[in-house]
């Protein structure tokens, strides 16, 4: 029985040591790069000091609405969706600890600051981020556009149900939040956690 024990450890201990060897920091990671998370790619976007900011590369979610009443994320069933369904996902592989929490800024696309900002670990890209990171975004493969969380207007400028969305080319435009669009999680990890490389 114990030389059956020994051998079970021995694996165990071997096993451990593969998977040490498959992983990396994050830290270590370019912009560009991707790593998994679960059976996700995520795309870094950029290294932030002890922080690292990234994306899925593909959807974690599909045809999903916005919301059918209302344009501000915070009170939108999109941020409900995400975290129900996809923070949960992201947080079993990295650890809640390990995923930062940050003021996200609902300013819209022409600069009316409608909506308060919103606390979230996981959520849509903003617009700002959209364009900033727009070379790291595309990705052909995807069928469709996804959702950010920035309003395209505001309802007094003719833009009541408007929200920036982008395409798989990375073209950015407004469309109304009662569509149906991809979810690719953005969110802020601390950089010195343990990731397997992506594809």
Not at 33 to 44: A, D, R, S
Request: with cysteine; proline share 4%; charged share 30%.
């Amino acid at each position: 029985m114990s030389k059956v024990l020994d051998a079970a450890k021995a694996l165990v201990q071997m096993l451990e040591e593969k998977e040490k060897q498959d992983k990396v920091l994050l830290s270590a990671l370019q912009a560009g790069e991707t790593f998994k998370i679960g059976e996700h790619n995520f795309i870094v976007l950029e290294q932030d000091g002890a922080q690292t900011k990234v994306i899925s590369k593909r959807f974690m979610a599909e045809n999903v609405v916005f919301d059918k009443y209302v344009r501000d994320y915070s009170d939108s069933s999109l941020k409900k969706l995400i975290e129900r369904d996809i923070y949960p996902v992201i947080a079993e592989v990295v650890g809640e600890d390990n995923i930062i929490e940050h003021e996200v800024d609902l300013t819209s696309v022409d600069m009316q600051q409608e909506f308060e900002p919103v606390k979230c670990r996981v959520r849509p890209i903003t617009f700002d981020e959209a364009r900033k990171y727009n070379d790291l975004l595309v990705t052909p493969e995807i069928d469709g556009w996804w959702w950010t969380c920035t309003p395209w207007s505001t309802e007094e400028r003719g833009w009541k149900y408007a929200l920036a969305v982008v395409s798989p080319s990375g073209n950015i435009y407004g469309d109304s939040y009662e569509g149906s669009g991809g979810v690719r999680p953005f969110c802020i990890l601390k950089s010195n956690i343990f990731v397997s490389k992506g594809e």
